[in-house]
């Protein structure tokens, strides 16, 4: 038996209007969701713990099995690993994202942010910015290290965990309230922004119409993780095939394969195909028992904001990685369960993430049940299914600990 799970980052949602009432989830044509829908168990699954803040850190690592309460270091220390950055244990580390704030004459505190994402900006024009930004502030006590995007790291030497504020929580607001209260990093974010703002990357995409990356925010601090083989707690052997630098940095320590895909960029336009045949070959060729395929567009599109395009997420995932992945498993005659769900919702309406339960889709190619609901949240919450400790989830899709 295989073990697959398909992750829509942020993909649950609320009714909207807009949409006759319906979520992004309901609204989408998603013919093989719906179809595997009738034959698979589904149901609703708390992936945040009471307490925790919502995040892809604290979701994902419950849905891969580790209790976020036990194992969550902070979200930047992750994303470190993936990126190869070495970390004593009195580092701490800091997602440094290369943000849009607005350029009107003002106080550095009256700005807004704009964009978290600078327009999805490439990592080639974003490693150019980040260099400079090094160039000009980095030293022994600071050191910034190039991710994926406009997602990067920054290692504070002896530093210690401080509050700070994710920048897709307070978007179109001004940033005074949320800048860090330490004053040296609140001093880099305001110097990073001198040293963007003209710089000939920015001015070339202000000219494209594109949003500057103008700006480096600090949030996320953590110590070094430390997480548990994952083979070891589970007795499978997990490939992961994600964009996203915190995906990659969980597997990393939590021993599993990392596929890095040529063209996935964490965006709506993605290598979907490259994807799906790197989890397949994966489970039926390199000797993996489980593939783990993160899916970053709909979240993203909900901190946009963009209802249509959010909905376009949704089915490209069903079109682009659903369907040709059941058929390839089925093609190489490998049994597998499969397991289909959001980390969070990250709803239009607030554009950023909320701790609500998310549905989940469980299909066995053996044991194909029989019933008439589609995948979405009003289906999963009609189930009667509902898990209150997300981690446990897994033990349900490996037949394990049940």
Same mark, same amino acid.
Not at 10 to 27: K, S, V
Not at 98 to 127: L, N, W
Not at 368 to 388: M, V
């Given at each position: 038996?295989?073990?697959?799970?398909?992750?829509?980052?942020?993909?649950?949602?609320?009714?909207?209007?807009?949409?006759?009432?319906?979520?992004?989830?309901?609204?989408?044509?998603?013919?093989?969701?719906?179809?595997?829908?009738?034959?698979?168990?589904?149901?609703?699954?708390? +992936? !945040?713990?009471?307490?925790?803040?919502?995040?892809?850190? @604290?979701?994902?690592? =419950? #849905? &891969?099995?580790?209790?976020?309460? *036990?194992?969550?270091?902070?979200?930047?220390?992750?994303?470190?690993?993936?990126?190869?950055?070495p970390m004593k244990d009195t580092d701490i580390a800091?997602?440094?994202?290369?943000?849009?704030?607005?350029?009107?004459?003002?106080?550095?505190?009256?700005? +807004? !942010?704009?964009?978290?994402?600078?327009?999805?900006?490439? @990592?080639?024009?974003? =490693? #150019? &910015?980040?260099?400079?930004?090094? *160039?000009?502030?980095?030293?022994?006590?600071?050191?910034?290290?190039?991710?994926?995007?406009?997602?990067?790291?920054?290692?504070?030497?002896?530093?210690?965990?401080?509050?700070?504020?994710?920048?897709?929580?307070?978007?179109?607001?001004?940033?005074?309230?949320?800048?860090?209260?330490?004053?040296?990093?609140?001093?880099?974010?305001?110097?990073?922004?001198?040293?963007?703002?003209?710089?000939?990357?920015?001015?070339?995409?202000?000219?494209?119409?594109?949003?500057?990356?103008?700006?480096?925010?600090?949030?996320?601090?953590?110590?070094?993780?430390?997480?548990?083989s994952f083979e070891e707690k589970t007795g499978r052997?997990?490939?992961?095939?994600?964009?996203?630098?915190?995906?990659?940095?969980?597997?990393?320590?939590?021993?599993?394969?990392?596929?890095?895909?040529?063209?996935?960029?964490?965006?709506?336009?993605?290598?979907?195909?490259?994807?799906?045949?790197?989890?397949?070959?994966?489970?039926?060729?390199?000797?993996?028992?489980?593939?783990?395929?993160?899916?970053?567009?709909?979240?993203?599109?909900?901190?946009?904001?963009?209802?249509?395009?959010?909905?376009?997420?949704?089915?490209?995932?069903?079109?682009?990685?659903?369907?040709?992945?059941?058929?390839?498993?089925?093609?190489?005659?490998?049994?597998?369960?499969?397991?289909?769900?959001?980390?969070?919702?990250?709803?239009?309406?607030?554009?950023?993430?909320?701790?609500?339960?998310?549905?989940?889709?469980?299909?066995?190619?053996?044991?194909?049940?029989?019933?008439?609901?589609?995948?979405?949240?009003?289906?999963?919450?009609?189930?009667?299914?509902?898990?209150?400790?997300?981690?446990?989830?897994?033990?349900?899709?490996?037949?394990?600990?049940?």
């Open positions: 038996m295989k073990y697959i799970v398909v992750l829509g980052d942020g993909m649950a949602d609320e009714p909207i209007e807009q949409l006759g009432g319906r979520t992004p989830l309901a609204y989408a044509k998603t013919p093989n969701l719906d179809r595997l829908s009738k034959l698979s168990e589904i149901g609703m699954v708390h +992936t !945040i713990p009471e307490g925790m803040k919502p995040g892809s850190d @604290t979701a994902n690592l =419950a #849905v &891969l099995g580790y209790d976020p309460k *036990k194992y969550y270091s902070g979200r930047s220390p992750l994303e470190a690993l993936s990126i190869g950055v800091i997602r440094c994202n290369i943000v849009t704030i607005s350029e009107e004459d003002v106080p550095f505190g009256e700005k +807004t !942010i704009i964009d978290h994402s600078s327009s999805e900006i490439s @990592t080639e024009e974003c =490693a #150019v &910015l980040l260099e400079e930004v090094s *160039k000009q502030l980095g030293n022994e006590e600071y050191r910034f290290y190039v991710g994926t995007s406009y997602r990067h790291c920054l290692i504070w030497s002896g530093g210690s965990v401080v509050e700070l504020s994710q920048p897709h929580d307070v978007l179109g607001q001004k940033i005074g309230p949320y800048l860090p209260q330490d004053a040296v990093l609140r001093g880099m974010m305001e110097k990073s922004c001198g040293i963007l703002v003209n710089h000939p990357i920015n001015i070339e995409r202000k000219k494209k119409g594109l949003h500057p990356a103008n700006c480096c925010w600090f949030w996320g601090a953590g110590t070094k993780p430390m997480l548990s052997k997990g490939m992961m095939v994600s964009a996203v630098d915190l995906l990659k940095g969980i597997a990393v320590g939590a021993g599993m394969g990392v596929c890095l895909v040529e063209g996935a960029n964490g965006g709506l336009n993605t290598n979907y195909a490259g994807k799906v045949e790197a989890a397949v070959k994966a489970v039926t060729e390199d000797g993996y028992d489980f593939a783990y395929i993160h899916l970053e567009a709909p979240d993203e599109m909900g901190h946009q904001g963009s209802v249509e395009k959010k909905v376009q997420a949704i089915e490209y995932l069903d079109e682009k990685v659903v369907g040709p992945l059941v058929s390839k498993m089925e093609a190489a005659g490998e049994d597998f369960r499969l397991l289909v769900l959001p980390d969070h919702p990250t709803p239009i309406r607030v554009r950023t993430h909320t701790s609500d339960p998310v549905p989940y889709m469980l299909y066995d190619s053996t044991k194909p049940q029989e019933h008439t609901w589609d995948y979405n949240e009003e289906a999963g919450r009609a189930s009667g299914n509902d898990l209150a400790e997300g981690y446990r989830l897994i033990d349900r899709l490996l037949q394990t600990n049940l």
